[in-house]
């Protein structure tokens, strides 16, 4: 009945923090907890594998400091309004990753961080469209998403 218990208590948990706790509401997110957690069975989501599990508070280190930095940054566009001209812009960054896990964890790292959100994933050309709220070099972020994060993952997620 439950193919992800984890999932439906956690979802009971939510519902009951967000809500308040009453026998309705508890009785309405457990209903909502089951058919999540069905509808997640219905896609049928492998299982990542991780071997180089270890590597993952290197990765949250890396991306928790970029999430500072990009937050100061962003602050600064904001707070010096007109005084110094910005230019966002779309890039697109070519990428090795084909582990749908892994491109999952990416697109959360780079949409988690400030002035940068993902747009959309080209598995045919194997490419990202990025948008950047403060664009001076393209070559540079590309590099740094390749270096930073696509390097790091593709090592977890070997």
């Known amino acids: 009945m439950l193919p992800y218990p984890l999932l439906s208590a956690s979802l009971v948990i939510m519902w009951l923090a967000l809500n308040g706790f009453t026998p309705g509401h508890f009785i309405l997110g457990c209903i909502v907890s089951v058919f999540a957690s069905w509808g ?3 896609l049928r989501p492998v299982k990542p594998r991780l071997p180089k599990w270890y590597l993952l508070p290197k990765l949250v280190g890396i991306v928790l400091y970029d999430i500072l930095r990009s937050n100061l940054a962003v602050a600064s566009i904001l707070l010096t309004g007109g005084r110094r001209k910005h230019k966002s812009g779309f890039i697109t960054v070519p990428i090795e990753l084909e582990n749908p896990t892994a491109l999952a964890v990416l697109a959360v790292v780079i949409t988690s961080t400030p002035g940068t959100a993902w747009l959309e994933y080209n598995s045919l050309s194997k490419t990202v469209l ?14 740094l998403i390749k270096t930073r994060y696509e390097a790091l993952l593709m090592e977890i997620f070997k």
């Open 130 to 143: 990025i948008h950047v709220l403060d664009l001076v070099d393209e070559a540079e972020w590309q590099a």
């Open 40 to 42: 997640m069975a219905a």
